[in-house]
């Protein structure tokens, strides 16, 4: 059974960085698109970024602009999330994804991925 576990979060200051790393156990990713969700206290779970198989695209979510970057080694099975600027608006429990068919190249839904972590929380302080 396919498992994906996050890791590097924490508890920061505003402005400093993080990087989150998701690895997989018992699969691959290398023919899906991987994707970065967040869910902060009493909101919903949203889209943070999505990067294609072999990283030729990427999409971010608005509130991004420009501070995250998504990457992947699927020669080690990981996917990572570098965030950069960070704002206390940026705190949640941030999830990594497996898109749900390989035919997706970038996938914003949650719908559209099936394979989920358990998440990691980052904690950014004003």
């Known amino acids: 059974q396919v498992r994906l576990v996050e890791s590097g979060g924490g508890s920061v200051k505003t402005g400093e960085s993080l990087k989150l790393s998701c690895t997989v156990i018992?699969?691959?990713?290398?023919?899906?698109?991987m994707g970065w969700f967040r869910q902060a206290p009493g909101r919903e779970r949203e889209f943070v970024a999505s990067?294609?198989?072999?990283?030729?695209?990427?999409v971010y979510a608005d509130f991004v602009e420009g501070r995250f970057t998504v990457s992947r080694d699927n020669a080690k099975d990981m996917v990572f999330l570098e965030m950069n600027s960070l704002k206390p608006e940026d705190t949640a429990v941030y999830f990594c994804?497996?898109?749900?068919?390989?035919?997706?190249?970038?996938?914003?839904?949650?719908?559209?991925?099936?394979?989920w972590g358990q998440g990691t929380q980052v904690t950014v302080n004003s």
């Open positions: 990067l294609s198989r072999r990283s030729g695209r990427t």
């Open positions: 994804a497996r898109a749900r068919l390989t035919t997706y190249v970038t996938a914003r839904d949650q719908t559209e991925y099936n394979i």
């Open positions: 018992g699969g691959e990713i290398d023919m899906w698109a």
